[in-house]
């Protein structure tokens, strides 16, 4: 079988470690052992462009139970876990491209593989398998039936895709399930942003002044965790309702331009381009740490600052170092790339069963109903939500209450007011 992995020999590692992430993952588990006797993906070949985590392991591992022929690729040249890309090809025998560090081009031979096993399905994380498979692979397009989009980013690209009527397949949104993106963005986001630039400095967060740039699903994550490690947190906004209510929930609100001057920490979670810019890395305090956990390494204008620099070191791992013509220095973590997928681990287990629980569910869905869907981006099925909230819920042992029939009629009536 062909892979592109970086040492098989790490294989051991890995399994273990995916092991670990199986544990936490009840909802995903359940699908597995389901998939395994129905076989619902039988005959199958889905191309996957996810991070290469402990996580995605346990996805790909339940694609294969449910009889689909599968290869991953990775999202993000610099999100592969190397050991769990060994373990998925010597123990799972799933064909995986990925390297953790890989350049561009690459990214772009490994993307190129997947979409050499012709697939039925895609399953992407940011949308660059698919405009690839439609750039420059258009001949295979013929055997697409749908995909799925795991990410913000990925959606937003992919119905402007659909708006210029570029979009030859269905795809389904799965970041816009409530099951993904009010955990997953949130919580996971939150959590392992702040694991990356804890693991990538060793700095104390508490007491330091923490600028969160975009207050979407990600941004309240990551202020709530901030301001819970005792950080003074900063939120920039270019949305009212947003910004708004990052207001409300106490934060205090200010263009860039005033942050950039305050600030210890930075990070950007917006999914836009070009939002830390030259003149706001030029009047940064010395030692300013700034970062990025959006999807692309676009947010952070570091071509920019790479000009203003006269020169640049590499301090720690994840961190370079740059030094300013104004003597102070700007420290850059993971090349501006999604912090805490390089230099962490990514999201805990726990929120990735109901984000990838949504996955494999919505391939499932997709074979059997891809020839309804017209070519535009979906939403998720509630009943799909629905049921995902309802596993997770029973897999940590809460229980909730039950409407009373006198409630169920209440809330449908209209004739019961004062
Ligand atoms: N790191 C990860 O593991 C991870 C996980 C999920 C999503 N993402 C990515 O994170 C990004 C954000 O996702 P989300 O779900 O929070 O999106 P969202 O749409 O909910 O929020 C983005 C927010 O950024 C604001 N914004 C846009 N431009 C801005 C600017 N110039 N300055 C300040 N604020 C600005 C928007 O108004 C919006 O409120 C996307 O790229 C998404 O794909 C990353």
Same mark, same amino acid.
């Given at each position: 079988m062909k892979h592109d992995v970086k040492d098989?020999?790490?294989?051991?590692?890995?399994?273990?470690?995916?092991?670990? @992430?199986?544990q936490s993952m009840p909802v995903l588990n359940r699908i597995k052992q389901r998939f395994l006797?129905?076989?619902? %993906?039988?005959?199958?070949? $889905?191309?996957?462009? %996810?991070? $290469?985590?402990?996580? =995605?392991?346990?996805?790909?591992?339940?694609?294969?139970a449910g009889g689909a022929q599968v290869a991953?690729?990775?999202?993000?040249? %610099?999100? =592969?876990?190397d050991d769990v890309a060994a373990a998925l090809v010597k123990f799972d025998k799933i064909a995986v491209y990925a390297i953790k560090g890989e350049n561009n081009k690459t990214y772009y031979q490994h993307i190129n593989a997947v979409i050499d096993k012709k697939p039925h399905y895609t399953m992407d994380d940011g949308a660059d398998l698919v405009s690839t498979l439609h750039s420059d692979r258009s001949e295979l397009i013929q055997f697409v039936e749908g995909g799925t989009e795991e990410t913000t980013t990925g959606v937003i690209r992919l119905k402007s895709m659909a708006a210029d009527n570029v979009l030859k397949y269905p795809i389904i949104a799965v970041n816009d399930a409530k099951t993904k993106h009010f955990f997953d963005n949130r919580y996971g986001t939150g959590q392992s942003t702040m694991d990356g630039i804890v693991r990538a400095t060793n700095r104390l967060v508490a007491g330091s002044t923490f600028v969160v740039c975009g207050y979407g699903w990600c941004g309240r994550g990551l202020a709530m965790r901030a301001r819970g490690m005792g950080a003074n947190v900063i939120v920039?906004? /270019?949305?009212?309702? +947003?910004?708004?209510?990052a207001v409300m929930d106490g934060f205090v609100l200010m263009p860039i331009s005033k942050a950039a001057r305050v600030g210890d920490f930075f990070c950007t979670v917006t999914g836009n381009i070009n939002v830390i810019r030259k003149e706001h890395f030029a009047v940064m305090k010395d030692g300013a740490i700034v970062a990025n956990s959006g999807h692309f390494n676009v947010e952070l204008d570091l071509d920019s600052l790479g000009k203003?620099?006269?020169?640049?070191?590499? /301090?720690?791992?994840? $961190?370079?170092?740059?030094?300013?013509?104004?003597?102070?220095?700007?420290?850059v973590l993971g090349e501006g790339r999604l912090i805490n997928l390089a230099a962490a681990e990514g999201h805990p287990s726990s929120v990735m069963d109901m984000s990838f629980a949504n996955q494999a569910l919505c391939l499932e869905y997709?074979?059997?109903?891809?020839?309804?869907?017209?070519?535009? /981006?979906?939403? /998720?099925?509630?009943?799909?939500?629905?049921?995902?909230?309802?596993?997770?819920? +029973?897999?940590? +042992?809460?229980?909730?209450?039950?409407?009373?029939?006198?409630?169920?009629?209440? %809330? @449908?009536?209209?004739?019961l007011g004062t």
């Amino acid at each position: 079988m062909k892979h592109d992995v970086k040492d098989l020999k790490l294989a051991k590692e890995g399994k273990l470690r995916i092991e670990w @992430a199986n544990q936490s993952m009840p909802v995903l588990n359940r699908i597995k052992q389901r998939f395994l006797k129905e076989k619902p %993906l039988k005959g199958k070949r $889905v191309a996957a462009c %996810l991070h $290469v985590t402990t996580e =995605t392991a346990s996805l790909m591992q339940t694609l294969k139970a449910g009889g689909a022929q599968v290869a991953l690729c990775a999202s993000n040249p %610099l999100s =592969t876990q190397d050991d769990v890309a060994a373990a998925l090809v010597k123990f799972d025998k799933i064909a995986v491209y990925a390297i953790k560090g890989e350049n561009n081009k690459t990214y772009y031979q490994h993307i190129n593989a997947v979409i050499d096993k012709k697939p039925h399905y895609t399953m992407d994380d940011g949308a660059d398998l698919v405009s690839t498979l439609h750039s420059d692979r258009s001949e295979l397009i013929q055997f697409v039936e749908g995909g799925t989009e795991e990410t913000t980013t990925g959606v937003i690209r992919l119905k402007s895709m659909a708006a210029d009527n570029v979009l030859k397949y269905p795809i389904i949104a799965v970041n816009d399930a409530k099951t993904k993106h009010f955990f997953d963005n949130r919580y996971g986001t939150g959590q392992s942003t702040m694991d990356g630039i804890v693991r990538a400095t060793n700095r104390l967060v508490a007491g330091s002044t923490f600028v969160v740039c975009g207050y979407g699903w990600c941004g309240r994550g990551l202020a709530m965790r901030a301001r819970g490690m005792g950080a003074n947190v900063i939120v920039t906004e /270019v949305d009212e309702l +947003a910004a708004l209510e990052a207001v409300m929930d106490g934060f205090v609100l200010m263009p860039i331009s005033k942050a950039a001057r305050v600030g210890d920490f930075f990070c950007t979670v917006t999914g836009n381009i070009n939002v830390i810019r030259k003149e706001h890395f030029a009047v940064m305090k010395d030692g300013a740490i700034v970062a990025n956990s959006g999807h692309f390494n676009v947010e952070l204008d570091l071509d920019s600052l790479g000009k203003i620099a006269k020169s640049k070191r590499s /301090v720690r791992p994840f $961190v370079e170092e740059y030094q300013l013509e104004n003597g102070r220095c700007i420290n850059v973590l993971g090349e501006g790339r999604l912090i805490n997928l390089a230099a962490a681990e990514g999201h805990p287990s726990s929120v990735m069963d109901m984000s990838f629980a949504n996955q494999a569910l919505c391939l499932e869905y997709m074979i059997k109903k891809s020839d309804t869907l017209d070519l535009n /981006v979906h939403p /998720v099925p509630e009943k799909i939500d629905t049921a995902i909230a309802k596993e997770k819920l +029973a897999a940590m +042992a809460i229980k909730i209450d039950k409407l009373t029939r006198e409630q169920r009629r209440y %809330l @449908a009536s209209w004739d019961l007011g004062t």
